[in-house]
C-alpha cells in the first residue's frame, strides 16, 4: 500500500526559506512523479510543482517560479519543495501526490485525480 506523508510546514516570516518534505512508501519513489499542490483557505486546491520520474523534468506555477524548487531524493524515497522568499499570498496547506500513471504530458491530471495523496502540512508566512 502506497502512503503519502508530508512534513516541514510551520510559521515563518515574509522572506524566509522554508523546504517541505514528502515521503513516500510502499515502492521506490522512482516509481513515480510527484506533485506539490495548496489550497489557501476559502480557495480552490492549486498546483505548485511538479518533477517526472527521472527527474529531468520540472514544472511551476507562474507565481513560484524562481522562488521554489522541487527536489527528488530517491535514495530516501522523498521529494523536498524548497520554497525561498516566502510571501504571504503562500500561506496555505501544502498537500504532496504520487502518480504511477501515464506520461509527463498527462501528469497533473494523474496527479489530481489518479494519485496518491497525503494528509497536508500547514505552512503559514506571516507579514
Known amino acids: 500500500q502506497v502512503q503519502v506523508v508530508e512534513s516541514g510546514g510551520r510559521m515563518v516570516q515574509t522572506g524566509a526559506s522554508l523546504s517541505l518534505a514528502c515521503v513516500i512508501s510502499?515502492?521506490?519513489?522512482?516509481?513515480?512523479?510527484v506533485g506539490w499542490f495548496r489550497q489557501a483557505p476559502g480557495k480552490e486546491r492549486e498546483f505548485v510543482a511538479a518533477?517526472?520520474?527521472?527527474?529531468?523534468?520540472?514544472n511551476y506555477r507562474d507565481s513560484v517560479q524562481g522562488r521554489f524548487n522541487i527536489v527528488r531524493d530517491d535514495a530516501n524515497n522523498t521529494v523536498y519543495l524548497q520554497m525561498n522568499s516566502l510571501k504571504p499570498e503562500d500561506t496555505a496547506i501544502y498537500y504532496c501526490?504520487?502518480?504511477?500513471?501515464?506520461?509527463?504530458?498527462?501528469?497533473?491530471?494523474?496527479?489530481?485525480?489518479?494519485?496518491?495523496w497525503g494528509q497536508g502540512t500547514q505552512v503559514t508566512v506571516s507579514s
Open positions: 501526490a504520487a502518480t504511477d500513471n501515464g506520461g509527463w504530458s498527462d501528469v497533473l491530471q494523474n496527479l489530481q485525480h489518479r494519485g496518491y
Open positions: 518533477v517526472s520520474w527521472s527527474g529531468y523534468n520540472s
Open positions: 510502499g515502492r521506490t519513489v522512482r516509481a513515480y512523479a
